[in-house]
């Protein structure tokens, strides 16, 4: 494979087609990747996600458009491109019957991987992923987190330029995801590999990824950081404290400067979602203004997941979510 120009896209894929059978998986899909960026693929099931995976490794060709791997084609380019690609599928890549060791030996055989200084490169790889202490026991007695561990550095070992992931923690218990994800950030910090994430899994994306790329029944439907879409999706939020008798007056003005319903209890709380975040110090002063006593103000910042929901009622007509996500002090009146 060779390298795109700095700052050029390294994965294109421009106006893609492709159906099977009579079901379109992919309707004039174009998005771009450049390198060293981490991108999550995120969509409902049947979204398109793991076909376009297929389609960066070549494995699958498209019925139109063009797709490039920095300056070939992973159709007519295929071994070229895959030996600089790590592509880890939904299914583990590791024998049971080898031991950690033996299956990075086999895969370096696979591979290509030169043979000069094989044996330190397979155990800085296995000490990557918290395995050298296990590195001579077989895998058969991993962990369904230790495997997937070892997966990733199967699909690590030959220095691939970009690594597609399809689904990592998705069989994981939520220990196993943890580790998982731990070593996957190791790789996202380190800049040195372009990577693609499929996963459902919206906190696992907002942790991981520069850019997240929302499908929909195989478009593109939303492209950017979590914070940019955030902002385009007017999810953010506020949260108030105030004295019960100005409940009414604050919850009105609230409604309708959201134009969504708000949550209160009866315990002078206020929250709502759709705010954007310049709009409060001029509500809260106008609540103040009119005498309202106001102990706290809370921003909300929303997560991905609250992004994703909006981003589907918004194009499907369904109701406002109520926002799950962080929230962050602010003082009364303050940006």
């Known amino acids: 494979m060779h390298t795109s120009a700095p700052g050029a896209p390294l994965l294109v894929l421009d106006r893609i087609h492709k159906r099977f059978g009579q079901v379109v998986a992919l309707q004039d899909l174009s998005l771009e990747v ?75 055989d696979v591979f290509g991987v030169e043979r000069d200084g094989l044996d330190t490169r397979i155990d800085a790889t296995l ?12 895998v058969a007695g991993f962990s369904s987190g230790m495997r997937q561990r070892l997966s990733l550095a199967r699909v690590l070992l030959p220095d691939p330029e970009v690594l597609l992931l399809d689904e990592p923690t998705s069989a994981l218990d939520p220990v196993a995801a ?12 380190d800049r040195r590999r372009t990577i693609v994430l499929c996963t459902h899994d919206l906190a ?64 002078g709380r206020i929250r709502t979602t ?11 002063a106008q609540l103040a203004a009119d005498g309202a006593t106001i102990y706290e103000v809370r921003r909300l910042d929303p997560s991905l997941e609250d992004v994703y929901l909006a981003i589907h ?21 303050s940006p």
Request: proline share 6%.
């Open 127 to 138: 000490a990557l992923f918290d395995l050298a202490d296990r590195a001579d026991q077989k």
């Open 313 to 333: 009622a918004q194009r499907h007509g369904a109701g406002s979510t109520p926002i799950g996500g962080r929230t962050e002090a602010s003082q009364v009146g």
């Open 178 to 189: 943890r580790q998982v994800r731990r070593a996957l950030a190791k790789l996202a910090q």
């Open 204 to 267: 696992e994306a907002e942790l991981l990824c520069d850019r997240v790329i929302v499908l929909e029944q195989g478009r593109v439907v939303a492209d950017g950081s979590p914070v940019e879409l955030a902002q385009a999706h007017g999810t953010g939020g506020v949260l108030l404290e105030i004295a019960p008798e100005d409940v009414p007056r604050a919850s009105e003005l609230l409604a309708a400067a959201s134009h969504r319903e708000v949550d209160r209890d009866g315990n």
């Open 34 to 108: 450049r390198p060293g960026e981490v991108v999550g693929l995120l969509g409902h099931n049947g979204a398109g996600k793991t076909t376009t995976v297929r389609l960066l490794a070549g494995l699958l060709a498209p019925e139109s458009g063009s797709l490039r791997v920095g300056d070939g084609d992973p159709v007519t380019d295929g071994p070229g491109i895959r030996g600089r690609m790590g592509v880890l599928p939904a299914a583990l890549v590791v024998d049971g019957r080898l031991t950690a060791r033996q299956n990075l030996r086999f895969a370096a």
């Open 274 to 284: 759709g705010l954007p975040r310049d709009r409060i110090p001029e509500l809260v």
